[in-house]
C-alpha cells in the first residue's frame, strides 16, 4: 500500500483544514488507518484512527470534539476534517495504514505511511 497525505497549509487559530490520504494498491478496506503527528522538536504522536469499515474511530484527548477522521473504501481514501485549530496543532500530519485495531494509538501496529503534509496554525 502507498500513501499520499495533501490538504496541509497555514491557516488561522479557529480555524478548519481537511487532511486527505489517498491509498494505491490492493485490498484497501482490510487496513486499519491512523493519523499521526510531529510537532517540531516533539516526538511523533498519535491523532487519530479508524476500523476497517469505518465502524469504530478514536483519538487522542487533546483532538476529541475538533477533529474527525473517517473513510471511503470506494475511493481508497482516508480524511481528518480539524476544526477550530489552535497552534499547538501545528505539526507534520502523517497517515498510516496496518491490519490490527488492538492498540490503533501504538505506531508500531501500522505497516505503512504517507510522506506526511505540513499543517501551521497562526495565533
Known amino acids: 500500500v502507498q500513501l499520499q497525505a495533501s490538504g496541509g497549509g497555514l491557516v488561522q487559530a479557529g480555524g478548519s483544514l481537511r487532511l486527505s490520504c489517498a491509498a494505491s494498491?490492493?485490498?484497501?478496506?482490510?487496513?486499519?488507518l491512523g493519523w499521526f503527528r510531529r510537532a517540531p522538536g516533539k516526538e511523533r504522536e498519535f491523532v487519530a484512527a479508524?476500523?476497517?469499515?469505518?465502524?469504530?474511530?478514536s483519538s487522542a484527548e487533546s483532538v476529541k470534539g475538533r477533529f474527525t477522521i473517517s473513510r471511503n473504501n470506494a475511493q481508497n481514501a482516508v480524511y481528518l476534517q480539524m476544526n477550530s485549530l489552535k497552534p499547538e496543532d501545528t505539526a507534520v500530519y502523517y497517515c498510516?495504514?496496518?491490519?490490527?485495531?488492538?492498540?490503533?494509538?501504538?505506531?508500531?501496529?501500522?505497516?505503512?505511511w504517507g510522506q506526511g503534509t505540513q499543517v501551521t496554525v497562526s495565533s
Open positions: 498510516a495504514a496496518g491490519r490490527i485495531y488492538t492498540n490503533y494509538k501504538a505506531q508500531s501496529q501500522y505497516d505503512y
Open positions: 494498491g490492493a485490498d484497501f478496506s482490510s487496513y486499519v
Open positions: 479508524i476500523s476497517w469499515a469505518g465502524s469504530t474511530t
